[in-house]
């Protein structure tokens, strides 16, 4: 199966950029070389990740990242999205630490010998343990760490870097790690969600002015994930929870960066769920955005409920992929529009979007056409959201390879690149190499 678009398509056109993604610990393993994190403490409890597995080794980048460079530059993207582990690269007591600079470097100049685009994430979720056990995002001092990190790094890497974001998904280690207590830390408050909420914002903008002071010429930006909140019916009761859930799950984390305050719901919280902001918060968080990441995977439907704001509606006989989410492309251009339509934006990149799907490796590939029909609904997605106004300058698909896939350990496959686990082979799949054929043709567009 082939992803095509029309001949005029803004996709279709040189400028438009096309990368792939990855995540530090999901990738990298060399646990040895870096201090532990949130997610070695969670992996390590029993229970957490379902089938008991760890990212010590995953694909073991921090060794192979020479050949997996080699294998980007195959795909013939111009970007690669990449994050950084804290812990990696400072020492506990904040310095730099040499081997993990070493690493990066060696990386950002490969990229750059390679012509691919280094696109960094600072923060994808790998807090080091120590700032945990002494609060993490609970403690107001870890957003002051985070900006000091984020002065280390940038001035570390200079030029090197293509663009920065300061966060990925804002929303997954708030709410999952810290309010329901599915991710690392493995929390489980309402107040505690909003306050590491507010944490997170408030350690995004520290560091943009950072960014911004230290690389006045690279565009720094954040990611946030956005899953679109549609109505069971158009029943008053199901249209008002769907508004709801879409304030407490997205907008929650886009308003204060645009028009520098949370949505309404705030004050229909508990007042011990408030989170606790203090005099010139929000005009940090505010800092202008040279780019808005948007990562997009599914949608969730609600109506209401008796006893909560609102309720999810698992849907019957609807496509979903193999970890359980609903293929509904139409959101990805419903969402981009509604908020061209709402904010200022910035121009966008789609900095995440992909399928997990149950691979198998036959052979010498994998025919993998349910992952490349996913891509091709989602680019047509895109361009009909392009057609409607909205500035998107590029696409990452996510992911690059098969990875530690958080709590679901290594049962989940959303890569491009199958890896056999026990001997770290790499095996582009059929989707991969649809890909990269659509990115030549491209650039064979007069």
Request: charged share 25%; glycine share 8%.
């Amino acid at each position: 199966m082939k992803l095509e678009l029309p001949h005029d398509s803004r996709l279709r056109q040189r400028d438009f950029l096309y990368g792939v993604a990855t995540a530090s610990f999901q990738i990298e393993g060399g646990a040895k070389h870096r201090q532990p994190c949130i997610w070695d403490t969670f992996c390590a409890t029993p229970g957490k990740v379902r089938d008991g597995s760890d990212g010590q080794v995953a694909c073991d980048h921090y060794h192979r990242w020479p050949e997996d460079l080699d294998l980007i530059q195959s795909l013939g993207v111009d970007a690669y999205r990449l994050s950084i582990s804290w812990g990696r690269l400072l020492n506990q007591d904040g310095s730099v630490n040499p081997d993990g600079a070493r690493f990066y470097l060696e990386l950002l100049d490969g990229l750059k010998a390679r012509g691919i685009k280094a696109f960094v994430t600072l923060y994808h979720w790998d807090l080091p343990q120590h700032l945990e056990d002494a609060g993490g995002w609970l403690n107001r001092d870890t957003a002051y760490r985070f900006a000091e990190y984020a002065d280390k790094a940038s001035r570390l890497f200079g030029d090197r870097v293509h663009a920065y974001a300061t966060l990925n998904e804002p929303f997954c280690s708030a709410y999952l790690g810290y309010e329901v207590g599915i991710h690392a830390p493995g929390l489980a408050q309402p107040a505690y969600g909003r306050q590491a909420a507010h944490h997170l914002l408030l350690a995004h903008g520290l560091a943009m002015a950072v960014l911004k002071r230290n690389c006045p010429d690279t565009p720094s930006g954040i990611v946030l994930n956005f899953t679109p909140c549609y109505p069971h019916s158009d029943s008053e009761g199901d249209r008002a929870a769907a508004a709801y859930a879409d304030d407490y799950i997205n907008q929650w984390y886009i308003r204060p960066l645009f028009e520098g305050r949370y949505p309404e719901i705030i004050e229909t919280l508990p007042e011990a769920v408030k989170p606790t902001i203090e005099p010139g918060d929000m005009d940090v968080i505010g800092h202008p955005l040279d780019f808005l990441g948007v990562n997009f995977y599914t949608r969730e439907v609600y109506q209401a409920a008796a006893d909560a704001p609102f309720q999810t509606v698992h849907l019957e006989a609807v496509e979903r992929t193999d970890i359980g989410w609903e293929v509904y492309p139409q959101a990805l251009t419903d969402l981009l529009v509604s908020l061209h339509r709402r904010y200022p934006l910035p121009p966008v990149y789609i900095t995440e979007n992909g399928a997990a799907m149950a691979d198998q490796w036959q052979g010498e590939g994998v025919q993998d056409e349910d992952r490349t029909r996913y891509y091709q609904r989602h680019l047509e997605a895109l361009h009909h959201a392009i057609e409607q106004g909205v500035d998107v300058r590029g696409y990452f698909a996510w992911s690059l390879m098969d990875n530690f896939e958080w709590a679901e350990g290594y049962l989940k496959r959303f890569g491009i690149v199958y890896v056999d686990y026990p001997s770290q082979r790499r095996i582009i799949k059929d989707s991969g190499l649809a890909y990269r054929d659509f990115i030549q043709s491209r650039t064979e567009t007069p």
